[in-house]
């Protein structure tokens, strides 16, 4: 099943698919932008907003992208719609936006479960798809497919296409719509057709493996027996490229799907963080003191795999007591210790600033998948575990602004600095609670001060003192909650 989080880049003979960030998905994002509140008027009533307004029509995550390109050049970009009206445990919705270079259409798709699976490998139901970009009212198309065995056929009295003329392409291996297996009772202005034997395929994420049904593709196994990562993509026909009158209604290609719900910042903290035996133990070395030194290490995610690799334990040259850690293009996280004398045991206005170089080497690079939210500092304590991380992508810009400007950045470290020293947070601190609160305070008024959306995580430990699960920081508060 596609991973949102995980940005594998793979390419197949027919099509190629990847998961967008960096500056492609904010101007995807903002391509879909315009297009909806400026060109189309969405007949359903639906007027989709950002995230960051109040909607309860449902609203599009703009932080996973999903591309897909076909044969001919066509990229349909998929969105995942959070919270739609119609939204249930069997019904889940995807916005595509459709791209052959010229035009641009918006597509709404449906996919509603008619059995008991709750994986869309498994998915057999009906797909409903609607056209959000012709000036004339579209019909409904209504397909019912079945993902395990790979097969699509047209829903009887769905605005299936019926009347529609297809010219004789021999070879093709074209299906009319409106012929065998359906009623036909729409009135031909639906837009999608089966055109291959093989509608669904199951793609690899890191590997050039591909099936046309769940069937084939779960004897797929690593030397473990464990089913590799995929995506899947639905090969819907465009009437564009069968007909040489098209349909106004039409959309389709290659199209992706995103049917998880993405993981909020705890989960994928937890996921990527301490489930990881390799990271979660490293973490654990930061938390020894040896000599009251600094000690870090780095978290790099592989842009070809989307898996994420964690350094060696980097310790500070002889002379010196604290860590400098190299950031690349591709660094997700970066994690450093504060030793039990040190001045200040929550981050310092430096450690804060540590972040924006990252931001600014993955907005540097065109081969990094490292999406600018999933950015992390990790500070390590000698009994507690902290992240910080950015809420959206602007407050990251927001946070490289402050880091491009030498005298932002010095007043938002001197700041800091002096809101610590004024409370009287210095040395010695030993894991006094009132003290780490009051610099957590510090911390959420300096980001309020400047417009940034940052927040900080804490970990719950096990016996053996290694991170567990995550919890948010409440900025008001500053009480520990579970991520919505």
Not at 57 to 71: A, H, M, P, W
Not at 75 to 82: E, Q, S
Not at 232 to 246: F, K, Q, V
């Amino acid at each position: 099943m596609l991973d949102a989080h995980n940005n594998s880049i793979s390419n197949e003979s027919n099509v190629s698919f990847r998961m967008l960030s960096g500056k492609e998905a904010q101007n995807k994002a903002a391509l879909l932008n315009s297009k909806i509140n400026n060109n189309f008027s969405l007949d359903i009533g639906m007027a989709y907003r950002t995230t960051t307004e109040n909607n309860t029509n449902g609203t599009i995550d703009y932080d996973n992208i999903l591309e897909v390109i076909d044969t001919s050049g066509v990229a349909n970009y998929t969105f995942k719609i959070i919270n739609h009206p119609d939204d249930s445990e069997t019904v889940f919705h995807n916005l595509v936006l459709s791209d052959d270079g010229t035009e641009q259409k918006i597509t709404l798709i449906k996919y509603e479960y008619e059995n008991n699976a709750t994986k869309m490998e498994n998915f057999e139901g009906k797909i409903t798809v609607r056209s959000l970009s012709s000036e004339e009212s579209c019909d409904e198309t209504n397909i019912d497919g079945n993902l395990s065995t790979g097969t699509f056929s047209p829903s009887p009295g769905g605005g299936s296409n019926a009347g529609a003329t297809y010219p004789d392409i021999p070879g093709s291996g074209t299906t009319d719509p409106g012929g065998t297996g359906s009623s036909g009772s729409g009135s031909g202005s639906g837009g999608f057709l089966t055109v291959s034997d093989e509608p669904a395929s199951f793609h690899c994420n890191s590997c050039s493996f591909s099936a046309y049904s769940w069937e084939q593709y779960s004897g797929h196994t690593d030397a473990a027996g464990n089913i590799y990562d995929f995506t899947i993509i639905l090969n819907m026909g465009r009437m564009a490229d069968l007909n040489p009158d098209p349909n106004p209604c039409d959309a389709g290609g290659a199209i992706g799907i995103i049917d998880e719900d993405v993981m909020n910042d705890c989960e994928e903290l937890k996921q990527k963080v301490s489930d990881d035996e390799v990271t979660r133990n490293r973490l654990y070395q930061l938390t020894i003191n040896e000599g009251q030194k600094e000690k870090g290490l780095r978290i790099d995610k592989n842009p070809i795999t989307g898996t994420y690799q964690t350094s060696q334990v980097i310790n500070p040259p002889n002379s010196f007591r604290q860590i400098k850690i190299t950031t690349l293009p591709y660094t997700a996280m970066i994690a450093h210790s504060h030793p039990d004398d040190e001045v200040y045991e929550m981050y310092s206005g430096p450690d804060i600033i540590k972040i924006a170089q990252i931001v600014k080497k993955v907005q540097n690079s065109s081969d990094t998948t490292v999406e600018l939210t999933e950015i992390t500092h990790i500070l390590v304590t000698q009994d507690n575990y902290y992240a910080m991380r950015f809420d959206d992508k602007a407050s990251a810009l927001k946070l490289l602004e402050i880091f491009n400007d030498e005298n932002d950045r010095s007043d938002f470290e001197d700041k800091l600095e002096k809101d610590y020293r004024n409370d009287n947070t210095g040395p010695p601190l030993y894991q006094d609670t009132s003290t780490i609160g009051s610099q957590m305070q510090h911390i959420y008024s300096l980001f309020a001060k400047y417009g940034l959306n940052m927040t900080i995580y804490k970990a719950d430990k096990d016996a053996d003192n290694r991170p567990t699960d995550w919890n948010k920081i409440n900025k008001e508060n500053l009480n520990e909650e579970p991520c919505n």
